[in-house]
């Protein structure tokens, strides 16, 4: 029910833009979010968007990555900058409907040289 994509290999200092996309039978959604997991290690969350336009960032994503949700396409992205080895991971969208909450199915991110 939701669809990312945008992951890939990527030098250090380099960039890239994750996208999320929702089935058309998610509507009304409340927090769209970006966790990521990496090798050996638990699920993060890496930055949210609340409905409203809040938005929260882990402290170590802090002033590279950006949140940002288009409503309209129930679409939220992440665009990541300054890119560094430890950011390597799978990344997964999640978004809330109230109590109900979907994942997309992970994309992965490589950052390395």
């Known amino acids: 029910q939701l669809q990312a994509s945008g992951g890939g290999l990527v030098q250090p200092g380099g960039s890239l833009r994750l996208s999320c996309t929702a089935s058309g039978r998610i509507f009304n959604i409340d927090d769209m979010s970006w966790y990521r997991q990496g090798p050996e290690k638990q699920r993060e969350l890496v930055a949210g968007s609340i409905r409203g336009g809040g938005t929260n960032y882990a402290d170590s994503v802090k002033g590279r990555f950006t949140i940002s949700r288009d409503h309209a396409r129930n679409t939220v992205y992440l665009q990541m900058n300054s890119l560094k080895p430890e950011d390597t991971a799978v990344y997964y969208c999640?978004?809330?409907?109230?109590?109900?909450?979907?994942w997309g199915q992970g994309t992965k991110v490589t950052v390395s040289s």
């Open positions: 999640n978004m809330r409907r109230a109590r109900t909450h979907y």
